[in-house]
């Protein structure tokens, strides 16, 4: 198969999906050979030096090769007035397939990470019951228990994106923009198992879920959400919820936004009426065009972003490329992934692994061909309930600039002539 | 749970104890919650909620609160409320203003028992804990009275508190259920 019988897709190079699947896939790499690579007479492969030598032996706990790059979480710089407060950032554009490893989940804390010595630690449940009860760790660990894998994303996430009076888009890369989205395989109790063991008495609405670090972080949930999919979660990703992700339990609220899935999680009480935290009256909420405020907006949005080839990386040449990112919803799994590589005029349709993902992250690919001029790279998401990721500015049109959360509108990523990729409003 | 069927928990409990795992029917619970009562939660449930439930025994005003605020939160917040940050601000603003309004303690939040709520387990935010539910009562209304919504000899409890109507008690849209 020759370049030229790769066929285009849509606008400015993109190509059809099918060429990364059978065939296709060959047919690619022949076109890799043909359009970008000389054959070099004088390579000559020999065996290298550590197939010579016996390597160290096993380890107790194992890391990733020196050779893999540095890349880490991205936090700000402490703050004085809040002290362990603050988040860090998945490096996104550093990761494949959809699970992000534990050392680099996202974190937000609102007054540091609790050292919690679980025989101390206590899960109440209290107010409109028939029967508080009191939980401790050991018990927790012989319920039954669900795995499952889900995204969290704080709702804060991408909000560099809102812009501000007209001002550029912000120069960042995919983790600085966007790195407050991660997803694991959360093991742990249905909170229905253990609401129904206290007997929620009938008039009780809302659920009020407080950690036990020094904030004592609480947010309201109603009580048909709380008795739907929610899990007190014990493990991430097969080990122990991190300390920083709210060891020794924290709550898993599917597809909402991270703040309600609250860390450390200490009480759970049974209430007529929201509490109005601090956390869902002063923060967490939506002030729109009227100056009226929604609270409560907990599904993160039908969203989507490239993570290759994402801001401040450099195409070295042109050619071929596999463009790949994720896209995820809180209402659903995602359908479809569209990418465009002139900034929105023409669509195609991106390969998706796995159409099943309920409110856990995909991952999306599709082939691509830099002609080495000018691009903008964009992906939009279509969810199992049928919402379309908006564009920036259609999401702004809708909901205004005063809020600050929950921001889901396309990424768009500018490439110029010298192939170097930068964030863009477009 | 009725005892009989706590019993009757424990006993499936101990017959699989050696794989640490509990078997059980759908139509049966685990039951490895320990009963207790509220009573025995009056220190542990610091939930205050805006229809007063939560809210201890005690009392304060912004008068007596004043020395309270210089010592413990002036330090982050200023003198006079107007913070040291964006997120430190406690006064001023207006909903209905020019612009991004600034929103704070005074021009925002909907309920007096938020503030209460959260200064008394958040704050300061050094020493979460660290004041007595009085002085919690006389910081809260230290702040209230910074933004002009009560007077400096207002006498805030578990009765008045709940009474205070702030500015922004109409701005918000519950969307819980609009999904």
Redesign the interface.
């Known amino acids: 198969m020759t370049d030229k019988e790769l066929e285009t897709a849509a606008g400015n190079g993109l190509i059809n999906r099918r060429h990364l699947l059978g065939l296709g896939l060959a047919g690619m790499g022949a076109a890799v050979a043909n359009s970008a690579l000389a054959a070099d007479a004088s390579m000559r492969l020999e065996i290298p030096a550590w197939s010579k030598t016996p390597g160290p032996g096993v380890s107790d706990y194992g890391g990733r090769s020196s050779y893999a790059g540095q890349f880490q979480r991205m936090s700000g710089a402490p703050n004085p007035t809040y002290p362990g407060g603050g988040a860090s950032r998945s490096p996104l554009q550093h990761l494949q397939g959809t699970i992000t490893p534990n050392g680099l989940h996202f974190e937000r804390h609102h007054a540091g990470v609790p050292d919690i010595d679980p025989s101390q630690h206590k899960l109440v449940i209290n107010g409109l019951v028939r029967q508080p009860l009191v939980f401790s760790y050991e018990d927790l660990l012989k319920y039954p228990m669900v795995s499952k894998i889900y995204f969290l994303e704080c709702s804060g996430n991408s909000g560099a994106l809102w812009g501000a009076n007209g001002a550029d888009a912000p120069d960042g890369t995919a983790q600085s923009i966007h790195g407050l989205v991660s997803c694991a395989e959360w093991t742990g109790i249905p909170l229905s198992t253990l609401l129904d063991e206290s007997g929620v008495e009938p008039e009780a609405r809302w659920i009020a879920a407080v950690g036990a670090d020094a904030a004592s972080m609480g947010r309201s949930i109603p009580l048909d959400r709380a008795m739907d999919d929610v899990l007190v979660a014990l493990y991430q990703n097969g080990e122990p919820v991190r300390p920083e992700q709210g060891y020794p339990m924290r709550l898993l609220v599917p597809g909402c936004e991270g703040n309600i899935s609250v860390k450390w999680l200490t009480q759970v009480k049974l209430t007529r009426e929201p509490s109005h935290f601090r956390d869902e009256t002063s923060k967490y909420t939506d002030t729109q065009p009227d100056r009226l405020s929604r609270q409560f907006t907990f599904p993160m949005g039908t969203k989507s972003l490239i993570t290759t080839p994402s801001g401040q990386m450099t195409l070295n040449r042109p050619g071929l490329y596999q463009i790949t990112g994720i896209a995820w919803s809180g209402r659903g799994s995602i359908r479809r992934v569209e990418v465009s590589a002139d900034g929105g005029q023409t669509w195609a349709d991106a390969l998706l692994d796995d159409q099943h993902s309920h409110k856990a992250l995909a991952r999306f690919r599709i082939p691509w061909r830099w002609s080495g001029g000018s691009a903008i790279l964009q992906s939009r998401a279509t969810d199992s309930q049928g919402n379309i990721q908006p564009t920036r500015t259609g999401l702004i049109n809708e909901v205004g600039l005063l809020g600050r959360y929950h921001f889901h509108g396309i990424q768009s990523w500018g490439v110029n002539s010298a192939g170097e990729v930068r964030n863009v409003f477009a | ?1 009725s005892l009989p069927n706590k019993l009757i928990a424990i006993l499936v ?1 101990l017959a699989v104890s050696q794989t ?5 029917s759908q139509a049966q ?10 009573s025995q ?1 009056t220190d ?8 007063g ?1 939560g809210l201890p025994a005690g009392s304060g005003t912004a008068l007596q609160g004043q020395a309270v605020f210089e010592t413990q939160c002036a330090v ?1 917040h200023a003198l006079g409320g107007e913070g ?2 964006a ?2 601000v406690l006064v001023g603003g207006d ?2 203003s020019e612009g ?2 600034l ?1 704070t ?1 005074g021009s ?4 007096a ?2 503030l209460f ?2 200064i008394r ?2 704050m300061p ?2 020493a ?2 660290s004041l007595s539910d009085v002085e919690v009562y006389q910081v809260t209304a230290y702040v209230l009275y910074l933004n002009g919504i009560i007077d400096q000899y207002k006498l805030l409890n578990s009765d008045s508190l709940t009474e205070i109507d702030m500015p922004n008690k109409d ?7 609009t ?1």
Do not use: N
Not at chain 2, 33 to 38: A, D, Q, R, Y
Not at chain 2, 108 to 111: K, L, N, S, T, V
């Open positions: 749970m409990t640490g795992f509990v078997l059980v619970s685990v039951g490895l919650g320990t009963p207790i009562s509220e939660l542990f449930d610091q939930i205050a909620g805006p229809d439930s982050c040291s940050s997120a430190t909903m209905h991004t309004p929103r303690v925002y939040w909907p309920y028992s938020t709520d959260y387990r958040a935010a050094t979460p804990k701005g918000f849209i519950d969307f819980s259920q999904q």
